[in-house]
């Protein structure tokens, strides 16, 4: 599967943006789904993570609350809705596919597939 991320751009704190995952050749509910950021100098660090069957979500500790993660089947999509931004959001966000089981979804090492990145950027 090729997976395309957009929606990132620059917003000041406090304000809201949403990021996009296409999918194609296949089907993204074939797939766990996960999305992931890195900033500058820092590692890879887990965001939101939705099952198959969209059944269950998961999130990093420090966007639980703020960020939701959800499916469009109709478009092939996995979205990543982002509220109440902190410039500590900042970072490059990679959206990416899970053909593993459960219990490693928050993993990027257990992720198969990987889009090209999208930049965002929260200004104090």
């Known amino acids: 599967v090729q997976l395309q991320a957009s929606g990132g751009g620059l917003v000041q704190a406090g304000d809201s943006l949403s990021l996009s995952c296409a999918g194609s050749?296949?089907?993204?509910?074939?797939?766990?789904m996960g999305w992931f950021r890195q900033a500058p100098g820092k590692e890879r660090e887990f965001v939101a993570a939705i099952t198959r069957n969209g059944g269950s979500t998961y999130y990093g500790d420090s966007v639980k609350g703020r960020f939701t993660i959800s499916r469009d089947k109709a478009k092939n999509t996995v979205d990543l809705r982002m509220n109440s931004l902190k410039p500590e959001d900042t970072a490059v966000y990679f959206c990416?596919?899970?053909?593993?089981?459960?219990?490693?979804?928050?993993?990027?090492?257990?992720?198969?597939?990987w889009g090209q990145g999208t930049q965002v950027t929260v200004s104090s």
């Open positions: 050749e296949r089907r993204l509910t074939n797939y766990n």
């Open positions: 990416a596919a899970s053909g593993g089981i459960l219990s490693t979804i928050r993993q990027p090492s257990r992720y198969d597939y």
